[in-house]
């Protein structure tokens, strides 16, 4: 009798360390290459306009997201009625202006503009530009523009009255929007949270050559992306790795453990959704 106890708790434990690796084999990584192989690229307005589709709909993290190449030049009138859209822009320069007043913002690297259904706006940029776009709710992936430069309704359409608004990450670190590790190597910059209630929140993660940092998450659905410098990327449950490069991106959910170490100074945008099921953080 003892025995077979013995036998049915053995069992058990080895049933929920199947169950833990299981749980953290989620990790989703993305590279360039890989989003050719998968005809995740678009041209949603014209060749000037190249549009990588990172996450859809399908990947159900509560939110989607491209990486976006846009020709010096161009100019594009836009009007998103039915989502949320948050832009990071990475490289390269222009304006947006609000068609409603006529204000304008300049684009530069490092400043993030959000415009939601209430916001006709003008896109004009005088340098090949490169931005991150983040949508609520996700887009499907094959969307194109339509002739008021809306995509269609791909979930719940937010009901606000809020107009678009521009953050740039030199103000968010002056009003101690930053949080630096202990010894200083990793620095984590906040530039959207829950109190904005847009669908999800964005920080910019600065981790300095030679330095790691060590990484879970709880209770919601994590996008990063590389933007600047080199790393390695480790799940601390798998011992899997893979290295790092500006335009990767790795995905986590709840349980998953991971490490990134800095080869070079490495700069990622992350992005965050609390319930991936409803669509939202």
Known sequence: MQES???????????????QTTQHTTMLVITPEGLEKRSRIEF???????????????????FSYNENTVAAGTDLTVWLKHHWEANYIVSGRGEV???ADDRAW???????????????????????????????PPLTGNERFDEDGSYEASGPVPITDRRMFVREIDEQQSIIKQVVSTDGE????????????IGFSLEKISISAGAFADRQVSDFHQANHVIAGAGELANL???ATWSLRPSDAFCV????????????????????????????R
């Open 237 to 239: 449950v798998t011992s």
């Open 253 to 280: 959910r709840p349980n998953d453990r991971w490490r990134i170490r800095a080869t070079d100074a490495l700069d990622i945008i992350s992005i965050s959704a609390r319930n991936a099921t409803s669509g939202g």
């Open 106 to 136: 300049s684009l530069r690297p490092g400043v993030l503009y959000v415009v939601g259904p209430n916001d006709r706006h003008r896109l004009r940029f005088t340098e090949d530009e490169c931005h991150l776009s983040i949508f609520y």
């Open 44 to 62: 949603p307005a014209d060749k000037s306009f190249r549009s990588a589709r990172y996450l859809t709909a399908d990947e159900e993290m509560g």
């Open 97 to 99: 202006t609000d068609l």
């Open 186 to 197: 990793v620095k984590t910059t906040r530039l959207l949270s829950d109190t904005d209630a």
């Open 5 to 19: 106890a013995s036998i049915y708790a053995n069992f058990v434990i080895m049933l929920e360390k199947l169950q």
